[in-house]
């Protein structure tokens, strides 16, 4: 059962061969076995989840169930849970239990899905390894000295171990699709707006956005199809129709146009990477799609734009965690602006203290117009290069991550080389768009390689499509690591 689709779970639930708490058992006890060596979570409900699967259970026997009921999922641990703790992997929160339930955790209860418990992550979202989590690094089940990439690595972890057969994470600069792309499972970041980002815990709020981790773009496709649609408690969710990602599923991709940006095969990817992205558009043009060169001119300036938004929106955002209301407060202090200072310095850790200080800088008097403004415009710029490349192309191709997953550990120590890793992705949340990662071959050491894929705003069922016409030719997406 761990190596089903969750349409084949579906439809052994609605036969009666499997029932929802035969298949929770299943998964929690995987988990139990697996966990301690990969960390992939921080919080396991198992009664919880127990509880939701009798519930499901009685749905499916009452003929009320809907393509996800009892089927297990495991979601980011910066969904907030009522009444099961939700950390965001940090000291500061490391015991807060949520009153209420997160906009995507409600929909997907409303779908049936059982919750197994709550994934690691970077603290606050902050970091491309997964490293920067107060509960320690996840570890990639691939080969446990290396990273399983952020900020959704511990998502990333369960679905590709088979810990869970599905699972939410978050994207505000790669965060889905760079640890989709180093363990080897499909993950989706859609358009900005399309899942609402309540009860999400914010980072940048003008970048964060919710996404789908599955085995294969059919799976994000069901379960993309649950978490999304409008929510009024959201200012920036978008007023649209729900919409069903798994129509346009099986269409051929004769005619298609792959837009292949020449900014993105440039310097900077290794050979193993590129051989297998090669590989991956020679497999689309086997299958009637033809790839057309298009520029992205300004996606080089991505990376020091990101890295001037993000930091001052979470300067912003995290203000909110002073020690007074919740989370954690210093034992010891002398007056409140010692018990501020003293709760934060302890509260956080390394990472998301430099991205605070970076973003409370650009913001300062005298700086604001001189970073966060020309940031702003290059943002634009981005966003227009995307506009104009696509009156020439369908979708965009390329790299997830310009190299394979790295040893824990080796980039720790170099921020920008660890901001670099996410080269390719950052520039699709500046501009809002939605972008897919997909498992297309294997690099240095057999380590996965994710390709990108990019669409047009509020072109997610395409783009999961494209990602299916190469999943139906291949099985990269069927290759499971040796653990368990």
Request: glycine fraction near 10%.
């Amino acid at each position: 059962m761990i190596e089903a689709s969750l349409k084949d779970l579906a439809a052994a639930l609605r036969a009666g061969t499997l029932s929802s708490v035969e298949l929770a058992t299943l998964f929690l006890d995987r988990i139990d076995a697996l966990n301690p060596s990969l960390n992939a979570f921080i919080t396991v409900d198992r009664d919880g989840a127990l509880s939701a699967a009798r519930a499901a259970d009685a749905r499916l026997a009452a003929g009320t169930a809907g393509p996800l009921t009892g089927i297990p999922l495991a979601h980011k641990d910066v969904f907030c849970t009522e009444g099961v703790r939700t950390t965001c992997a940090s000291r500061m929160l490391e015991n807060f239990v949520s009153p209420y339930d997160a906009h995507v955790v409600s929909q997907l209860k409303a779908a049936g899905a059982v919750m197994l418990g709550k994934t690691n992550m970077d603290e606050y979202a902050m970091g491309s390894s997964n490293e920067n989590s107060h509960f320690g690094p996840a570890k990639n089940p691939w080969d446990a000295s290396r990273v399983p990439g952020g900020s959704s690595g511990g998502s990333a972890v369960a679905v590709a171990a088979r810990l869970a057969p599905m699972a939410t994470g978050t994207d505000t600069g790669g965060s889905v699709r760079q640890p989709a792309a180093l363990t080897g499972v499909t993950g989706i970041k859609p358009t900005y707006g399309v899942v609402s980002r309540y009860g999400m815990i914010a980072y940048a709020s003008s970048l964060d956005q919710g996404g789908a981790f599955g085995r294969s773009a059919e799976d994000c496709a069901l379960l993309l199809s649950a978490m999304a649609g409008f929510d009024p408690r959201d200012s920036t969710s978008v007023e649209r129709d729900t919409e069903d990602y798994t129509r346009e599923l099986g269409k051929p991709l004769a005619g298609l146009r792959i837009g292949l940006p020449k900014e993105f095969f440039a310097e900077g990817m290794d050979d193993d990477v590129r051989a297998a992205t090669e590989a991956a558009l020679e497999q689309y043009r086997q299958l009637g799609a033809t790839t057309v060169e298009v520029s992205l001119p300004n996606a080089k300036l991505a990376i020091p734009a990101y890295y001037v938004i993000a930091p001052a929106e979470a300067s912003s955002n995290l203000s909110r965690f002073d020690g007074v209301r919740y989370g954690h407060r210093a034992p010891e202090y002398v007056d409140l602006a010692d018990m501020y200072s003293k709760s934060r310095a302890q509260g956080f850790g390394a990472e998301v203290k430099r991205r605070i200080l970076v973003g409370t800088y650009v913001l300062s008097h005298g700086y604001y117009d001189a970073y966060y403004l020309q940031a702003q415009k290059l943002r634009r710029l981005i966003a227009e290069d995307f506009i104009a490349a696509f009156t020439h192309c369908d979708v965009i191709a390329g790299p997830t991550s310009p190299t394979v997953a790295w040893p824990i550990g080796e980039k720790s120590d170099d921020p920008v080389q660890m901001y670099l890793q996410d080269i390719y992705t950052i520039a699709v949340n500046l501009a809002g768009l939605p972008g897919l990662s997909l498992p297309c071959g294997t690099g240095a050491g057999d380590l996965p390689v994710g390709l990108q894929l990019i669409g047009n705003y509020f072109d997610e069922a395409r783009l999961l499509n494209v990602a299916h016409g190469f999943q139906q030719a291949t099985d990269w997406h069927r290759r499971m690591p040796a653990v368990g």
